[in-house]
């Protein structure tokens, strides 16, 4: 397993941005898929981005695509959340994730919450309206 640490969290009017940064330790990071998801107060953790290890996939969430962009740098051993247009709706905690297999549907990437097996403990989020 990789430990992971987030940053790049805070407070933010909406219309702006945000970058979160997440950094692993460990030499195995390149094989890793990344993923983030995030927690709103009273509601379930909820699925917002993932990249395969190689960085040749990616996948969003209905409510973040266009706006959200995940990256990864595997000489930094980073994975980054870039975050546009952010609404109030997008206050959570953001959180990433680390896994080594993939869920596939029809050949296609398709993460899902128990594909990743390493956590951060989370960053927070909090855009103003």
């Known amino acids: 397993q990789v430990q992971l640490v987030e940053s790049g969290g805070g407070l933010v009017q909406a219309g702006g941005s945000l970058r979160l940064s997440c950094a692993a330790s460990?030499?195995?990071?390149?094989?890793?898929?990344m993923g983030w998801f995030r927690q709103a107060p009273g509601k379930d953790r909820e699925f917002v981005a993932a990249?395969?290890?190689?960085?040749?996939?990616?996948r969003y969430s209905e409510s973040v695509k266009g706006r959200f962009t995940i990256s990864r740098d595997n000489d930094r051993n980073t994975v980054y959340l870039q975050m546009a247009s952010l609404k109030p709706e997008d206050t959570a905690i953001y959180y990433c994730?680390?896994?080594?297999?993939?869920?596939?549907?029809?050949?296609?990437?398709?993460?899902?919450?128990?594909?990743?097996?390493?956590w951060g403990q989370g960053t927070q989020v909090t855009v103003s309206s």
């Open positions: 994730a680390a896994g080594a297999s993939a869920t596939l549907r029809n050949g296609i990437f398709y993460p899902v919450a128990t594909d990743f097996t390493s």
């Open positions: 460990g030499r195995t990071f390149s094989r890793y898929n």
């Open positions: 990249i395969r290890w190689s960085g040749s996939d990616t």
